[in-house]
């Protein structure tokens, strides 16, 4: 880049610092997209940028870019006296536009500059290392705008406009994050040596003619860097019992899919040796192998030093975006700044047009987003290098850094839970209620994502169980927690299409959410304190409940046990089985309500676990069980409580066994009145408490 001149007297004066700190900005917590904070006078007015802009000033030429403004409007031509009328009418008008346009250059108020917040975010939620700015530039009284961009000044703007994927740039920036994290981030976990995964790809070094090769670690250290990619509906080239050997000898790159190739050369430039890439390194016609291997999933990418993505590949052969921004830069200069409580001059990096920047991810709506493996992918790597379709990105626990400017911004809420900025904060909690909380977050979120196969539903998210179990010190049960049972049952399903990548239900214990292939709901997501209710008394007092809402169990658990499909114990299961005593009573069930059987008096409203099917394999009677109850206050009176039961219906085979088949909940007061029922809440709630004290058995 080529010196620029001086900014001119007007610029030096402008304190454009002000503009960018978002810590001054007004006291709505939400930063809305394009938010302007407060505006700083620039020029007085439009004539007087045009000619500072004239004169060379850098910035002001820059803004004058941004308004979309010649710098030298040409007077239209007179017109001559033999013209058509047409051609005669359209030069008067010209002429009468550019005579309006002059003096609206002196009239045109003064140049406001202020800060653009370039994505919608809380300021709880906003990233630990500042919020995204760009410039933008009003004339109010023409109604006219611009915006320019803002990148830190050592950043290329011609990488940022026509980015290749392996620049020496953009390279140079990821080694700059690593070592950032590295010696500044104490939260993060240290770049060093650990135990290899069984098998890696050896990339070999830059430059080097020798073709990448599957090799075995046995039980050596090191360092290597994981790929998270899409399958997508076609699957990628794997190792397999008949083609391990000759991937020992050599993988030639020509033989990989672009995914693959590109990431070969990214982990080569890197530095790194090793590279881990699921279809490649687990033997997939190898059952064993593949148990082996899902059980290590947790520790294989939370050791890693990095996970390399490609959000926006849908499959194996989307590579990794190359020059993919539809407008370059083509403008861009210097601008000294002083920030607030410093007193050495910093330079931000003014450029135009205004690139494309989300100040995020661009992950939510990609395709590597659905994708239900990538979850525990996410929560359990370290770092990652997302190459989104507009910017690299750099995550960490710590810290998101990108190719834009970030101001500062203090938090006020270091919670984060899963979102996009730390979502490896979502592993991160004190006490069991607060874990209970995000598990069943996370598991909202889990069941809406796709799977190609129906039987990966407990494997893909066994890495994050075996974490939580660690954490939570409770015994994991076929997706549930064995101390949280009766409040992990009271799972709704959505109704709503099954996703095109969600493959059909997979045989199961019918009361474990992972058999519904559907997304599923909890009520429980806000760390409500568990209380233990004594269920054969038949009453339930309000002094077992304090003013903020908590849960009581209406069973008593006696037993529970599974038998898990293979090697690792947070993956698949073949059976289970629970052993329950609770208040059961039969019903009858039409138009999704339930009824006293005796009476007819409607009980509640059933949601089905499964519409096509609502009985499923059992018999045509069903049956309620109580299951929770959440104290419910609005003073020191006491309120009916709101409660869930299963629905359940008898199998065919086993005696006193029985089947899920929804979740049944009381209906609500404008419910009441529209069925005219005539027996108050409390009648109601001595009816579901009558029912008899029975030993049941759950599969």
């Known amino acids: 880049m080529a010196d620029q001149g001086p900014i001119c007297e007007v610029c030096a004066k402008t304190d454009f610092a002000f503009a960018l700190d978002p810590s ?51 007077e239209p031509e007179p017109w001559g006296r033999y013209e058509p009328k047409a051609e005669k009418k359209k030069k008067k008008r010209e002429k009468r536009e550019f005579e309006a346009y002059k003096s609206e250059e002196e009239n045109s108020g003064p140049c406001l500059i202020s800060a653009t917040m370039l994505s919608a975010i809380h300021r709880d939620f906003a990233p630990a290392n500042g919020v995204v700015v760009g410039l933008s530039v009003h004339l109010k009284v023409l109604g006219m705008s611009g915006h320019i961009g803002v990148i830190p000044s050592e950043h290329s703007p011609e990488n940022i406009g026509t980015r290749n994927l392996l620049h020496h740039t953009d390279i140079d920036l990821c080694r700059q994050w690593l070592q950032q994290c590295q010696t500044e981030h104490h939260k993060c976990p240290s770049i ?39 399958w997508g509906e076609s699957k990628p080239p794997s190792t397999t019992k008949a083609n391990l050997s000759s991937r020992m000898a050599a993988i030639p790159t020509d033989s990989m899919p672009k995914t693959f190739r590109d990431a070969v050369d990214i982990v080569r430039s890197l530095g790194y040796r090793y590279l881990w890439i699921d279809s490649f390194c687990i033997v997939q016609d190898d059952d064993a192998d593949w148990q082996h291997e899902c059980a290590s999933m947790a520790k294989i990418y939370s050791d890693c030093v990095v996970t390399l993505a490609s959000p926006y590949a849908s499959d194996c052969h989307g ?15 210097d601008l000294p700044v002083q920030w607030p409580g410093t007193t050495d001059l910093d330079t931000v990096r003014l450029i135009h047009p205004y690139p494309s920047f989300h100040g995020r991810v661009d992950w939510d709506d990609s395709p590597l987003a659905e ?50 900025h730390a979502p490896k904060d979502a592993l991160s909690f004190k006490t069991y209620e607060e874990g209970l909380s995000k598990w069943y977050s996370m598991l909202v979120t889990y069941s809406e994502l796709c799977l190609t196969h129906g039987s990966d539903r407990l494997p893909a998210l066994s890495g994050i169980a075996s974490r939580f179990a660690e954490k939570l010190g409770d015994e994991y049960i076929a997706g549930m927690w064995r101390k949280d049972l009766a409040f992990g049952l009271c799972y709704t399903v959505i109704r709503q299409p099954r996703r095109s990548l969600h493959p ?20 429980f997501v806000q760390g409500n304190r568990r209380i233990n209710v004594e269920p054969s008394a038949g009453r339930y007092h309000m002094a077992q409940f304090d003013k903020t809402n908590c849960f009581g169990s209406l069973i008593e658990i006696i037993s529970a046990h599974a038998t898990i499909g293979g090697e690792n114990s947070f993956g698949e299961v073949r059976n289970a089985k ?60 006491y309120v009916f409580p709101r409660w ?22 009381p209906l609500d007061d404008d419910e009441l009145r529209f069925m005219d029922v005539k027996m108050s809440k409390k009648r109601l709630w001595r009816k579901l408490n009558n029912a008899p004290w029975q030993r049941i058995y759950l599969i």
């Open 24 to 74: 001054r900005w007004d006291n709505d917590p939400w930063l809305d997209y394009l938010l302007f904070g407060p505006c700083v006078t620039h020029q007085p007015s439009l004539k007087s940028l045009r000619n500072s802009a004239l004169q060379g000033c850098p910035v002001c030429l820059l803004l004058m870019e941004a308004l979309k403004l010649p710098l030298e409007p040409q």
């Open 192 to 230: 060093s040596e650990s135990d290899l995964p069984t098998r890696l790809i050896d990339v070999g070094v830059p430059n080097d003619v020798v073709q990448p090769q599957l090799v075995e670690s046995r039980g050596q250290k090191g360092l290597y860097v994981t790929l998270s990619h899409c």
């Open 319 to 333: 590579g990794f975006p190359r020059g993919l921004h539809p407008t370059p830069v083509k403008a861009w200069c």
């Open 371 to 420: 994708r239900a493996w990538v979850l525990q992918e996410r929560l359990l790597s370290p770092r990652w290098l997302y190459f989104g379709n507009d910017d690299l990105y750099f995550q960490c626990s710590t810290a998101q850094f990108d190719e834009h400017l970030r101001v500062p911004l203090s938090l006020h809420n270091a919670h984060l839970g899963l979102h996009t």
């Open 504 to 523: 059909p239900a997979i045989p199961g214990p019918s009361w474990s959410w992972y058999t519904c292939d559907r997304t599923v709901e909890t009520p």
């Open 578 to 637: 629970l052993t329950i005593k609770g208040r059961l009573r039969r019903v009858s069930y039409r138009n999704r309500h339930v009824y006293y059987k005796k009476t007819g008096q409607v009980l509640g409203k059933l949601s089905l676990d499964d519409f096509d099917n609502p009985r499923k394999r059992g018999s045509p009677k069903i049956f309620m069980l109580s299951l929770a109850v959440c104290g419910n206050w609005l003073d020191d009176s």
């Open 644 to 665: 869930f039961a299963l629905g359940l219906v008898k199998d065919l085979v086993e005696p006193d066994t029985y089947i899920r088949i929804g979740i049944i909940e």
